[in-house]
């Protein structure tokens, strides 16, 4: 038991399982703090009303964006040669996400360093690129990766990167990015139509509904767009060899515009994945009317989670498909790590995560209630 639970394969199943995991934390926990930044300039109209907002993710957004971090290290130690094309491939796409995500800190703790309304008003739209733009731009990396990045390997294994940031800006992906940032948004409206109360908390549901409901049909919409081909497929044509070594270069895939639908065909249990992606918005939407707050951000969760989840059901085993020669795309099977690292990554992951989520459901235990206007008067309008 022990050597089928740490055997090579399973290990690398175990990985990239691991890795949607942190995917749908990071979208699910810091998504509604970037949510609650891109709906900031139009949920809140007045300074107080602003600052509800904020102190609605104020206490909780630091935390949340170490999923962020987990991600990233985790593609790093478990999948490096994946970290290493798609941050060096994404580079300047990833700077704007970094540049973006830089300026919420910077707007949080200065905003409201002096009373000055212009000052304030700058730092919300500071805080409103540092919520809209990741938020899209994730989801234009997810429409690349869909359609394929142009890479290719030396026979050294050097990794070649053949696009540029306006190549990544092409129509399909930047739907993809629509996808993902009416997604945030609704999933921002959610928390804050839980978390504030009075004005801001209204105006969210009402954003909400209409974002749910776009999701929803977004989402539908990308999948008529796979099903017809347009958002690529790609698929291993040669064995598998699960418990072989890395090695991108050992294998055959072709460019296949079914592709993407063939996991689904040969297990139609999964069909309720995107089944999700698509009721849990329009059940969202319908928590978003009744009024029913704490319904509606369940299911605002689902349906990030069965979003992230369809994509990498879809594309499995392929992590990265290379349209230029996709035969050097990276798979589960060939682009991790060795066994030992996988194994001993996965004792500690085993030992450390139970830990952080206690200690995040302790947190939001500890802080549970809504946030008002009476509330941020009392505390101190800069008090979290």
Known sequence: MIEFLFSYETLRLAWWALLGVLLVGFAAMDGFDMGVGALLPFVAKTDIERRVAIN??????????VWFILGGGAIFAAWPALYALSFSGFYLAMFLVLAALILR??????????????????????????????ALIFGVAIGNTLQGVPFHFTPDLRPIYEGNLF??????????????????????AAWLAFKADGTVSLRAKAFGFWAALLTAILFALGGVLVWSGLLGGYSVTSAIVW??????????????????????????????????????PLLAAIGFKAGSEGLTFLASKLAVAAIIATVGVAMFPILLPSSSNPAHSLTVFDA?????????????????????????????????????????????????
């Not at 008003?121 to 990741?134: H, N, T």
């Not at 995040?360 to 008067?377: D, F, I, Q």
């Open 336 to 384: 991790s790590s060795s066994r030992a690292t996988l194994r001993n990554m996965l004792v500690v992951t085993a030992i450390f995560m139970p830990v952080v989520l206690a200690y995040t459901a302790w947190v939001y235990r500890v802080l549970w209630g809504k946030v008002s206007e009476r509330s941020v008067e009392e505390a101190g309008h800069s008090a979290y």
């Open 105 to 134: 800190p910077v707007g949080f703790k200065y905003r409201s360093k002096k009373p000055d309304p212009a000052w304030r008003a700058r730092w919300d739209w500071a805080l409103f690129i540092g919520g809209a733009v990741p």
């Open 167 to 188: 190549g990544l800006l092409n129509p399909l992906a930047l739907f993809c990015g629509l996808v993902s940032l009416v997604m945030i948004v609704m999933h921002g």
């Open 243 to 280: 418990d072989g070594p890395s090695n991108p270069l050992g294998k055959t895939v072709v460019a296949d515009g079914a592709a993407w639908l063939a996991n689904f065909r040969a297990h139609p249990l999964l069909w309720a994945v995107p089944g999700l992606g698509v009721a849990a």
């Open 56 to 65: 609605t993710v104020g206490p909780v957004w630091e935390g949340n964006q």
